[in-house]
């Protein structure tokens, strides 16, 4: 999840099953996004340093310039990851480069990103189908034979890839993952539709059921592998991810589910709950919160409940025109996704999803996380214990903000939310319980 003042929680569910089971890795493999491997002076493409192994190695040289990529110029390092990832590995690109003061067209082979490599583990880069698109799921397994419990990862909202060494020293929720990697689990990451090696997308363009329906085709790709326990799995479903654990296990079961950092309520007390919070937390006066409240409800009623353009809001509520152009200024967008991703977000039955989730579940929050509500916690326990009394148990991990990193209050977490350090007692918190669900289930059996 994420956000600014005036931002959502990047949380999400879906509105009906998408696709079959996953088709097979082993056919049509995915290939992998290729690696330039040229580090460059800050703010310009002229080569600095070329890497072993990788494309630029034997075809650039430090000190050239990089024109063009394909025909098209390119003017900084972001421009050329952009280039790179529209071409796959094995692929030849044509380069106009600047070398020794003239103008030259070369032809690069580009070579595959760098594969993980541990001595505690061994790691699969493989795919599943989802909406007729390839998607890489990276996967470890402990270098022994046997068949192991999983634990999946269904991340937050935003767009970054999940591709990169567990054994290495950064990654989006390598903390959680990391752990689990080096003892007898098989782990699993998702690109998301247009990340990473992912074919589809581009992601902001994807929606609810698309982007869903990934996650649900991985799960079922993983339970059906020769080295997995299908009857020991565990989704572990953070901020949006939260949201797309109950509607893709109510199709496909797993053993335990942790969701944390997420909503239950419906869509419209959330975003008015949030806002009120944060603009509060960001220094806004009373009444200017309570006015902007009630202008949002109006909005977002007819935009996002009734599906009404903000142009045409904007002709029935001139009064409302200047803040409709700020918060829609692409007119077809929000937050930098499709009006139809947050509408299919507001149609959400939160309940009705949950009365289909049959799994062990440990509920987490963080004790100043302003994205999300304690309360909606709480919520989900209840709701859960009410069907089946110890369904599921709730954990606050204190001075830890949306994502679990150390913070010491509101304040604190609204200047810097996410940017501290790791807060250990909450994957200390999920491993514990996860081996206790084991014990307890071998103990029963």
């Not at 491997?37 to 800050?42: D, E, K, M």
């Not at 509408?343 to 100043?368: C, F, H, I, S």
């Amino acid at each position: 999840m994420f956000i600014s003042a005036t931002a959502a929680l990047s949380v999400v569910s879906l509105l009906s099953a998408a696709n079959p089971a996953a088709v097979s890795a082993t056919r049509n493999p995915l290939p992998r996004k290729p690696a330039l491997g040229a580090q460059f002076q800050q703010g310009t493409t002229t080569i600095q340093g070329v890497l072993p192994g990788l494309s630029a190695e034997g075809t650039l040289r430090v000190g050239d310039q990089i024109l063009k990529m394909d025909g098209v110029s390119v003017a900084s390092p972001a421009e050329i990851t952009q280039a790179l990832m529209k071409r796959v590995s094995g692929e030849t690109m044509t380069l106009v480069i600047k070398r020794d003061g003239k103008e030259t067209e070369i032809k690069l082979l580009l070579k595959e990103r760098p594969r993980e490599v541990s001595p505690d583990y061994d790691v699969l880069y493989e795919h599943v189908v989802s909406n007729g698109k390839r998607i890489r799921v990276i996967i470890t397994k402990p270098k022994k034979a046997g068949k192991f419990p999983v634990f999946m990862m269904m991340q937050g909202l935003g767009a970054f890839s999940m591709d990169y060494a567990l054994s290495g020293q950064s990654g989006p929720y390598i903390e959680f993952l990391q752990p689990f990697a080096k003892r007898d689990f098989v782990t699993l990451r998702v690109e998301k539709p247009g990340m990473g090696d992912a074919e589809g997308g581009p992601y902001n363009d994807t929606d609810f059921v698309t982007e869903g329906d990934v996650y649900l085709q991985a799960l079922r790709y993983i339970k059906k592998q020769p080295y997995a326990r299908a009857d020991r799995t565990f989704i572990f479903g953070h901020s949006m991810g939260g949201t797309f654990g109950p509607w893709v296990v109510s199709q496909e079961p797993v053993f335990g589910f942790i969701p944390a950092s997420t909503i239950y309520k419906t869509w419209t007390e959330y975003w008015l709950e949030n806002i009120r919070r944060q603009l509060i937390l960001g220094g806004a006066g009373r009444a200017e919160v309570q006015n902007r409240l009630k202008s949002t409800a109006v909005i977002h009623s007819l935009v996002m409940q009734e599906g009404i353009a903000p142009s045409e809001v904007a002709e029935r509520y001139p009064q409302f025109k200047e803040e409709i152009a700020a918060e829609f200024p692409q007119g077809d967008r929000y937050q930098g996704r499709t009006l139809g991703f947050w509408r299919q977000l507001a149609q959400l039955n939160y309940p009705e999803l949950w009365d289909k989730v049959d799994a062990r579940t440990l509920v987490m929050w963080g004790q100043w996380d302003f994205v999300s509500t304690e309360e909606d916690h709480f919520m989900i326990r209840d709701h859960l214990n009410a069907r089946k009394p110890g369904m599921a148990t709730y954990v606050r991990i204190d001075n830890a903000d949306h994502g679990f990193r150390t913070t010491t209050g509101w304040q604190e977490s609204y200047r810097s939310m996410m940017t501290g350090t790791f807060n250990s007692n909450a994957v200390k918190t999920m491993s514990d319980w996860i081996d206790q669900q084991l014990a307890d289930a071998d103990k029963q059996n």
